[in-house]
């Protein structure tokens, strides 16, 4: 599971307090994925690095009681003086898993051929993308993360693989997803959430939540 507990989170912009989330306590059981709307410019990406362990909460507590990945889409774990090959083996034993496996799956999956085994500074945003999500796949998390603002650019052909993949595991994981479309969810989630000025309502179908969202969008 994943508990935040009396979590906040804002920040200062140069004019005044901006605050992602204030006091907020919810719970995230496996097998009930979860849907948060929000406009954009409301924290979407500050609220998954949370959840991720990549930013700390001002004040609560962030509990996690299984393996959550990293944010699809996030390239900042990786070392750019390393290669794909030194990255994968050093992150399969982070997680304690077979390097010999995760470098393998890596190079399958992400297909950039003899950049592999070149540092991956060298590489295009597109590339670095396709390593990162070929890494996430390859660690098989209980919870995945999705933020709709990542910036993910890669081929069909590689959509088409990874994509096989990703559904094939998330008929057995749970998803949490941040976006500001309902549309977006509908694919994913069970349950969802509304975040607007720092609060963060629960509801129990995305029916009660896209209602709300979309009141407080067009009011």
Same mark, same amino acid.
């Given at each position: ?122 590489? !295009? ?7 990162? +999500? *070929?890494?996430?796949? =390859?660690?098989?998390?209980?919870? %995945? @993360? ?32 941040? !976006? ?7 694919? +994913? *989630?069970?349950?969802? =959430?509304?975040?607007?000025?720092? %609060? @963060? ?19």
């Amino acid at each position: 599971m994943l508990e935040f507990e009396n979590v906040s989170k804002s920040f200062w912009t140069g004019k005044q307090r901006k605050v992602i989330l204030d006091r907020a306590s919810f719970r995230v059981e496996l097998g009930n994925s979860l849907g948060i709307l929000a406009p954009n410019g409301t924290g979407k990406t500050t609220l998954i690095n949370m959840m991720a362990g990549l930013e700390k909460p001002d004040e609560g507590v962030i509990r996690r009681g299984c393996r959550i990945s990293f944010p699809m889409g996030f390239v900042g774990g990786l070392v750019g003086r390393h290669t794909a090959k030194e990255n994968a083996r050093y992150i399969a034993r982070l997680y304690g898993l077979d390097p010999d496996y995760v470098e393998a799956f890596c190079r399958w999956l992400s297909d950039i051929k003899e950049y592999f085994d070149m540092p991956v500074g060298t590489y !295009s945003s597109g590339m670095k993308s396709r390593l990162t +999500f *070929a890494l996430m796949l =390859a660690l098989d998390f209980d919870i %995945y @993360l999705i933020d709709e603002g990542m910036p993910v650019t890669m081929d069909a052909e590689f959509n088409r693989k990874a994509g096989d993949i990703l559904r094939e595991r998330l008929e057995n994981t749970t998803v949490i997803i941040v !976006s500001h479309q309902p549309s977006t969810l509908e694919r +994913f *989630a069970k349950s969802a =959430a509304v975040l607007s000025n720092g %609060y @963060l309502q629960i509801f129990d179908t995305l029916e009660e939540a896209k209602r709300v969202y979309e009141h407080q969008t067009q009011g």
